[in-house]
């Protein structure tokens, strides 16, 4: 008897065991088994995707060769709370590697902040961000630049009740203009929220983030809208 009860639990144990083992995926018997995608990562990568399809048809804008070796000065300047703007150039130069590196690539001509710093007075940059006519010319006629590519970068704080800690969103504006203060193109780069005091920086990483979305989108409306403009020196 004991050995006959034994034999039975025996063979109810086997067949629960491999009753159980048919249940579990990923075991031989489950051949061609595939983990779930991440849905995070196919978002991203979707998100990638579109960002390289809007580079793409941006880049593919004709430009005629006769605007392309055009001189574009390019400035950045960053708005504080009280709303006074900030645009000592040699702040910025990590943000201006960004777009000019992009600029360069396509063929276009700029400035180094250096060359800006030397040949245009910082009043006159101050009261181009201050959207002066008058200012813009004068700056273009010192330079003899064809085209000026404005950067201002903005901030918004505001505490996150949830996470408890304050939180910056920062975004960037580029407005080219003409040397006779026509506007040519625009683009910004926004969208993004992060947390921690330093603007500047925060700014940088959302450019880079961007960058080349930006970019493209400035070349297909320079492409586009540029009309050579002369910018004789001052005398």
Sequence with gaps: MTESGGC?????HARLWL????LVPGLTFAQGFKFS???G????????AARQRIVAENLSTPCKESIRNKKIAV???EQQSNGVVVAQQQNYGPHFQVINSRLQALGLRTYTPEEIRRQIAQAEIDAYFRNDPDAALSAAKRLSANFVLRGLITAQSSYNPIVRVNQVSV????TLSAANGRTVANAAASDASYAGPDVSAMALTLLN??????VSQLYSQYCRNAEIVPAKPAK
């Design 8 to 12: 039975g639990d025996l063979r109810r």
């Design 19 to 22: 009753w159980a083992l048919a």
């Design 37 to 39: 995608p991440d849905p």
């Design 41 to 48: 990562a196919d978002r991203q990568a979707a998100e990638a």
């Design 75 to 77: 400035i950045i300047g």
């Design 171 to 174: 975004g960037m504006g580029f």
């Design 209 to 214: 983030e961007q960058a080349d979305v930006v």
